[in-house]
């Protein structure tokens, strides 16, 4: 499966986003997907999965601002983002994979099929 993230940008603190996740080349029913974030010079940190039952973890400093959802019918993932703040600067990558246990869907490994990224960046 290919992933193609896009909806990245230069906006000002305050301001909301809409990522998306698009998939080609299989559906995303049955797997686990997920978006990860890496500011610079830091590490890929998980942010929000969506699970094959439906669940949707969060990294707790993202929850009440970030939200993800899955559109089915499009086969795409979205990460709206509201209040951005200039922490949320990073370079975020949507990530999927099939038979991810819950206890292993924040972790990276976890992931066999990444995007290349969309950057975000936040003005103060």
Not at 44 to 65: D, H
Not at 74 to 89: A, F, G, M, R, S
């Amino acid at each position: 499966v290919q992933l193609q993230a896009s909806g990245g940008g230069l906006v000002q603190a305050g301001d909301s986003l809409r990522l998306s996740c698009a998939a080609s080349g299989r559906s995303f029913s049955g797997m686990t997907v997920a978006w990860f974030r890496q500011a610079p010079g830091g590490e890929r940190r998980f942010v929000a999965a969506i699970n094959r039952s439906g669940g949707t973890p969060y990294e707790e400093t993202v929850k009440g601002r970030f939200t993800i959802s899955k559109d089915n019918r499009k086969n795409t993932v979205y990460l709206q983002i509201n209040n951005l703040n200039p922490e949320d600067t990073a370079v975020y990558y949507c990530a999927a994979g099939s038979g991810v246990i819950i206890s292993s869907q924040r972790r990276s490994s976890a992931y066999a099929y990444w995007g290349l990224g969309t950057q975000v960046t936040v003005s103060s």
